[in-house]
C-alpha cells in the first residue's frame, strides 16, 4: 500500500465537498412538502433529516460499490481523473442550485466521471450495461414509478378521510408526514452518501491506498456521512422553495402520500444497489400527489424547466468532467489550474447567490406563475371536499322586499 500523496488528498477533500453540496442541494428531496405543509418548522425539519442522513450511510455500502467496482474500469482511473470528475458534478449542483432547480447530484456525479474516464482512458473504459441497467433505466422509471404510487395513495387517501373530522385528519396526516419525512432522509442517506463512498473508494483503489475490490473503509463512511449530514443541515433553501411550493400546492394528505411512495421506491433501489436520483424519485411523487386531488394541478412551466435540467445533468457534468481532465493531463500544473478555476467559480456563484437571498424566513413564499394549462385546469376542475374550499361559505343577498305602495301615476302630458 503506498503512503496518501497529495494529489489523493486533494482528490478526497473535493470529494467530502461534493458530498456536502450533496448535502444541501437534496434536502427538498425529504422536507420540501413538510415544510410547505406546515408540518414541521423549517430549522426542525433540516436538523431532523440532517441526522437520519447520517444514520442511513452506515445502513448499506451496495450503491457504493455500484460505483467503485461498477461503473468504470478501476484499472484504467487515475486519481487525477476522478478530481475532475469532481469538478463537474460541483459545477452544475451549484449552477442548478443557483436557479432554483432539483437536478440529480447522483446524475451530476456519475456523469462527471464517465466524462472524465472517457477523456483519459477512452470510452472502453466505461461499462456501458452497468450505465443503462443501474443509472439509466433508474432514472426513467423511478419517478414514474414514484408519481404513479403518490397519485394513487393521495386518492386513496382522500378517500378514507371523506367521514373523517377535518382538524383530527389532518393532525393524523402531518403526524405521517413527519414520520414518511424521516424514512426518505433516512434513504437518502443510504443512496447518495454511498455516491461519494464509493467516489473515495475508487480514488483510493487508484492511488493504490487500498486494495482492489475493497469495501469503503470505515472512516471514510464515516466522512461521508457528516459532508452530507452537514450540508443538509444548513439546507437548500432555494431547491426546497422549488419543490414544495413551485411545483404544485400540497395538503397533508398529499404530502403524507408523496413522501412515503418516494421512500418507498429509493429504500427498494438502494437494496438493489441502483444508483437512483432521490431527486427524480421526489419529484415525480410530488406531481403525482399534486395530479392525485381533485382540484389539484401541477405547474408545468416549472415542471419543464426541471426536465430540461435532468436531461442535461449528466451530458452538462460530462462535458465539464472531460474537459477538467484534459487540463489536469497537462501536468501538476494543470490539476492547479483546476483547483482554482473551481474555488473561483464557486465564490461567484456564491455571491451572486446573494443578491436574492433565500432561508428559513421566506422559504414558502413563491412567485411561480401558474401558466396557460394549470389555470385553466383549475378552472374546471373543483376541489376535492374536506379542503380550505369547504370551510368557505357563500352569503346569497335576500331578494328586495316587494312594496305595496302603488306606482305614481306618470305625468300628465303637457
Known sequence: MENFSLILAIVVVTAL???FTNGFHDTANAMATTISTG???PKVAVAMSAALNLVGAFLSVEVANTISKGLVDESGIRPEVIFAALVGAILWNLLTWLVGLPSSSSHALMGGLIGATIA?????AVHGDVLVTKVLIPAIAAPLVAGIA?????RLSYSLGKKADGKSAAKGFRAGQIASAGLVSLAHGTNDAQKTM?????ALVAGGAVAPDSDPPTWVILSAGLAIALGTYLGGWRIIRTMGKGLTDLQPQQGFAAQTSAATVILASSHLGFSLSTTHSVSGSVMGAGLGRKGGVV???????MFVAWGLTLPAAALVGALAESVCDLGDWG????AVFLIASSAAIWKISRREVVDASNVNDTDEPAGVVTTAI???TPPPAGTVADDLTATIPAPAAATTEPAAPPAAAV
Open 17 to 19: 465537498a461534493f458530498d
Open 39 to 41: 408540518a414541521l418548522k
Open 120 to 124: 483519459s482512458a477512452g470510452t472502453g
Open 150 to 154: 403518490a397519485m394513487l395513495a393521495t
Open 198 to 202: 464509493g467516489i473515495i473508494t475508487l
Open 299 to 305: 405547474r408545468w412551466s416549472t415542471a419543464t424547466r
Open 335 to 338: 490539476t492547479a489550474v483546476v
Open 378 to 380: 383549475a378552472a374546471v
